[in-house]
């Protein structure tokens, strides 16, 4: 087949269909198809898809299909297909700004996310253009940076909805927690001793470990609960690149860190009651995790998920190996 199109022109390739069967390929993200069909026909790169006047390479930034894009760096004609326009003079940024088709939004959960990747996606694009193309208007009169404003207004308050629930869902738990192990710390286990107020398991091991899992409980449930006070519904864009994700993380990790101290605190409180016995504990001990360890779980999924977004290496990879 790809002796073929080397010996077709370019109306036979466009009523046979090749065309079409490309920006399709392209959308799906169908890298081995369209890695041979370029090899064997490179002018395919710059054909014009039908009604939208755009290449292939403005489709895979409009679809987000980075394999496909990074081809372009072993392209040598690499500056003509991004200074290309479409129809309605978009160019490739214009792509890049436009919202994410349906389709492949839905591949990614949540929207805070959603908006974080299409922040990556323009900035990433935007790093590769000329000058000229970041402040070029289409034919709406609109430059990419407007046309991304436009496009994820919607996007942006479904964003912030998911923080704020996203918060919500941690803070009220933290706030309750802070407050009982509070109350556990300045509740002294066995009272004072009367000849010196101090308290009477004060040289107990299992006593001083009680006290030290309280104080980092403590410290890391408090500031999990301030980083998420901090972060309010009135934000703009940008934050939902860096400032937004990296307080979430902080956030996230703080409360997930004082779960630990939290069942020491626990088991050691009961063991300090029931002075020691274990066949006691224990069953309460494994009764009382499984909650924890499902919101746990929770939380943790979303700390990965969260961390993978913020910190995955640049969309748009420049150190491609030649394909052609």
């Known amino acids: 087949?790809?002796?073929?199109?080397?010996?077709?022109?370019?109306?036979?390739?466009?009523?046979?269909?090749?065309?079409e069967a490309i920006f399709k390929a392209t959308k799906k993200g169908m890298i081995e198809f369209v890695t041979a069909i370029w090899s064997a026909c490179p002018e395919l790169m710059s054909a014009e898809e039908e009604f939208t006047g755009r290449n292939p390479f403005m489709c895979a930034v409009l679809y987000r299909?980075?394999?496909?894009?990074?081809?372009?760096?072993?392209?040598?004609?690499?500056?003509?297909?991004?200074?290309?326009?479409?129809?309605?003079?978009?160019n490739i940024l214009h792509m890049a700004a436009m919202a994410e088709p349906s389709a492949r939004r839905n591949t990614i959960p949540g929207a805070a996310f959603h908006m974080q990747r299409d922040l990556q996606w323009f900035k990433d694009v935007k790093s590769i253009v000329s000058p000229s193309l970041i402040e070029a208007e289409n034919d709406d009169g609109f430059t990419p940076q407007?046309?991304?404003?436009?496009?994820?207004?919607?996007?942006?308050?479904?964003a912030k909805n998911w923080i704020k629930e996203t918060t919500s869902s941690c803070t009220v738990p933290a706030i309750l927690i802070v407050?009982?192990?509070?109350?556990?710390?300045?509740?002294?286990?066995?009272?004072?001793?009367?000849?010196?107020?101090?308290?009477?398991?004060?040289?107990?091991?299992?006593?001083m470990l009680f006290m030290l899992s309280n104080a980092l409980f403590l410290a890391s449930a408090t500031t999990s609960l301030l980083v998420?006070?901090?972060?309010?519904?009135?934000?703009?864009?940008?934050?939902?690149?860096?400032?937004?994700?990296?307080?979430?993380?902080?956030?996230?990790?703080?409360?997930?860190?004082?779960?630990?101290?939290?069942?020491?605190?626990?088991?050691?409180?009961?063991?300090?009651?029931?002075?020691?016995?274990?066949?006691?504990?224990?069953?309460?001990?494994?009764?009382v995790t499984v909650p924890v360890i499902l919101f746990a779980w929770k939380q943790v999924h979303l700390l990965l998920a969260m961390v993978?977004?913020?910190?995955?290496?640049?969309i748009f990879d420049r150190n491609v190996k030649p394909w052609m």
């Open 308 to 314: 993978a977004s913020t910190y995955r290496p640049r």
């Open 179 to 207: 407050i009982i192990m509070f109350a556990a710390a300045i509740t002294v286990r066995g009272g004072n001793n009367q000849n010196t107020s101090l308290p009477m398991f004060s040289k107990d091991k299992v006593f």
């Open 65 to 90: 299909q980075y394999e496909i894009f990074r081809l372009l760096y072993c392209f040598s004609l690499k500056d003509s297909i991004l200074a290309a326009t479409d129809d309605e003079g978009n």
């Open 1 to 19: 087949m790809c002796q073929e199109l080397q010996c077709s022109s370019d109306k036979q390739l466009e009523t046979g269909l090749v065309y």
């Open 146 to 158: 407007d046309l991304f404003v436009e496009n994820h207004k919607g996007l942006v308050d479904q």
């Open 228 to 287: 998420f006070h901090t972060i309010t519904s009135r934000n703009l864009e940008e934050d939902f690149l860096i400032s937004l994700p990296q307080k979430m993380i902080i956030g996230l990790s703080s409360l997930i860190f004082s779960i630990a101290p939290m069942m020491v605190n626990f088991l050691t409180s009961l063991s300090i009651i029931l002075d020691g016995n274990l066949w006691v504990v224990i069953p309460i001990i494994c009764l």
